[in-house]
């Protein structure tokens, strides 16, 4: 079944160059109608495909609507949301988990509409990952834990293989299944991407943030800009981003930070890009919402200069 895989993918052309490395949570979500997901960014690859019903999707500054047979993969500390919607009961399957080598940029641009057999081959890895998760494992050095949801026995099936071969199997077959992804021309869908007046505001203050990263706005200064109240924009970010303007700056700034300072800049030098008062500010705000100083932060990701 693992060879299926290959089936349309012409070996002529060369294959990319990265590999799921170990996983961190698997959920199989049923979700209720009023179900919201607070927004969040992490330092991990996160997959999400949607079973059955509809959700809404916020990916930075765009919102997308996902129903059956759809999927979209977030990328490492980019900001993502989800909750119910068109009034239905959602069933869902989230993987997030690390990659070894440069993903494709085309399989984080948008929304994928998988054909039947793209769905059964995504299945058949989740169920082998699922099978794989029955009790916390060691996978490439990396200490991983059980999901926080029972795992239907139904959905598993019954196999003689153990956890091990099942978590080979699945990182096999999923690794796979992006790369097949990942090599064919398709064009998403331009529906799946929500145009109503509040996501479009939403998007052009998301924008305006971007733009003014190193201006360290304000959120008087972002209302003026924007033409839009700050009461407003307050209910848009509690509406699509699940959390305060305010806060979702401070992590966009944190991200641009992290930007920065993996890209070889020292902390002295982001500090004064990024516009703060001095590095000693800039260090102690890192501390706040990131946990540790950039100083640190460089040491542990063997950041040289």
Same mark, same amino acid.
């Given at each position: 079944?693992?060879?299926?895989?290959?089936?349309?993918?012409?070996?002529?052309?060369?294959?990319? !160059?990265?590999?799921?490395?170990?996983?961190? *949570?698997?959920?199989?979500?049923?979700?209720?109608? &009023?179900?919201?997901?607070?927004?969040?960014?992490?330092?991990?690859?996160?997959?999400?495909?949607?079973?059955?019903?509809?959700?809404?999707?916020? %990916?930075?500054?765009?919102?997308?609507?996902?129903?059956?047979? &759809?999927?979209?993969?977030?990328?490492?500390?980019?900001?993502?949301?989800?909750?119910?919607?068109?009034? *239905?009961?959602?069933?869902?399957?989230?993987?997030?988990? *690390?990659?070894?080598? #440069?993903?494709?940029?085309?399989?984080?641009?948008?929304?994928?509409?998988?054909?039947?057999? %793209?769905?059964?081959? =995504?299945?058949?890895?989740?169920?082998?990952?699922?099978?794989?998760?029955?009790?916390?494992?060691?996978?490439?050095?990396? #200490?991983?834990?059980?999901? %926080?949801?029972?795992?239907?026995?139904?959905?598993?099936?019954? *196999?003689?293989?153990?956890?091990?071969?099942?978590?080979?199997?699945? #990182?096999?077959? =999923?690794?796979?299944?992006?790369?097949?992804?990942?090599? %064919?021309?398709?064009?998403?869908?331009?529906?799946?991407?929500?145009?109503?007046?509040? !996501?479009?505001? $939403?998007?052009?203050?998301?924008?305006?943030?971007? +733009?003014?990263?190193?201006?360290?706005?304000?959120?008087?200064? =972002?209302?003026?800009?924007? &033409?839009? /109240?700050? +009461? $407003?924009?307050?209910?848009?970010?509690?509406?699509?981003?699940?959390? +305060?303007?305010?806060?979702?700056?401070?992590?966009?700034?944190?991200?641009? !930070?992290?930007?920065?300072?993996?890209?070889?800049?020292?902390?002295?030098?982001?500090?004064?890009? =990024?516009?703060?008062? /001095?590095?000693?500010?800039?260090?102690?705000?890192?501390?706040?919402?990131?946990?540790?100083?950039?100083?640190?932060?460089?040491?542990?990701?063997?950041?040289?200069?």
């Amino acid at each position: 079944m693992i060879l299926d895989t290959f089936r349309d993918i012409s070996l002529q052309e060369p294959l990319p !160059a990265f590999q799921i490395s170990g996983f961190y *949570t698997v959920f199989n979500n049923y979700w209720k109608k &009023d179900f919201s997901f607070s927004g969040e960014q992490h330092n991990c690859w996160e997959l999400i495909y949607i079973e059955d019903g509809q959700v809404e999707i916020t %990916e930075d500054d765009q919102v997308y609507i996902l129903q059956g047979g &759809d999927m979209i993969l977030h990328a490492p500390m980019e900001f993502h949301k989800i909750r119910s919607a068109g009034h *239905t009961n959602p069933h869902l399957f989230v993987l997030s988990f *690390t990659v070894r080598g #440069t993903m494709p940029p085309i399989l984080t641009d948008g929304i994928f509409h998988l054909t039947n057999g %793209e769905q059964e081959q =995504l299945i058949h890895a989740i169920r082998n990952i699922f099978r794989f998760f029955d009790n916390s494992f060691l996978f490439e050095g990396r #200490t991983k834990h059980i999901v %926080e949801q029972q795992i239907e026995e139904k959905f598993k099936g019954i *196999t003689h293989l153990s956890p091990a071969q099942c978590g080979q199997i699945g #990182t096999l077959a =999923l690794t796979l299944f992006l790369m097949q992804l990942s090599m %064919e021309d398709r064009k998403r869908s331009i529906e799946t991407i929500k145009t109503s007046k509040q !996501a479009l505001e $939403y998007q052009r203050v998301v924008q305006a943030m971007q +733009s003014g990263l190193y201006k360290n706005l304000s959120l008087t200064e =972002l209302s003026a800009e924007c &033409d839009i /109240s700050v +009461s $407003y924009i307050k209910r848009l970010f509690m509406r699509y981003a699940g959390m +305060s303007p305010k806060s979702y700056y401070i992590q966009m700034r944190v991200r641009e !930070a992290l930007r920065l300072l993996r890209n070889g800049h020292t902390a002295e030098e982001t500090a004064e890009i =990024l516009n703060f008062s /001095s590095p000693n500010y800039f260090s102690i705000f890192m501390k706040k919402h990131l946990g540790l100083p950039p100083t640190e932060y460089i040491r542990k990701n063997d950041i040289g200069y």
